[in-house]
C-alpha cells in the first residue's frame, strides 16, 4: 500500500429484496432460509405453520426472521412459514 493511504471498512446493511417466489421460512423453527417453498420435498416435510401478516402473536417466530422478512413496526410482515422437517428431534 502507498505511503500515506489507509485503509477503512464501512458496515453496511443491504436488504436484498426476495426474488419471485421466494418465501420467508424458518426450518424446524430457528434456521432462516429464503427460497421458494417447492424448492422443498415433500416427502421430508412433517408439518408446515403458516403466519400471515400481523397473526404471530407469540413472537418466537418474529425472533428468527431476517430481512425482508422481519417484522414491520405496525405488526406487518410478508407471510412467514415453519417448515418442521421429518427426523427432527
Known amino acids: ?15 436484498v429484496p426476495p426474488a419471485a417466489g421466494d418465501a420467508c421460512v424458518l426450518i424446524n423453527g430457528w ?8 424448492s422443498y420435498n415433500v ?13 404471530e402473536d407469540t413472537k418466537t417466530v ?14 406487518g410482515h410478508l407471510t412467514w412459514y415453519v417448515l418442521w422437517l421429518k427426523g427432527y428431534k
Open 31 to 38: 434456521q432462516f432460509e429464503m427460497r421458494p417453498l417447492s
Open 43 to 55: 416427502d421430508d416435510i412433517e408439518m408446515l405453520e403458516i403466519y400471515p401478516s400481523k397473526s
Open 62 to 75: 418474529r425472533d428468527h426472521m431476517s430481512r425482508p422478512c422481519e417484522e414491520k413496526p405496525d405488526g
Open 1 to 15: 500500500m502507498a505511503a500515506g493511504r489507509q485503509l477503512s471498512y464501512i458496515r453496511c446493511s443491504v436488504v
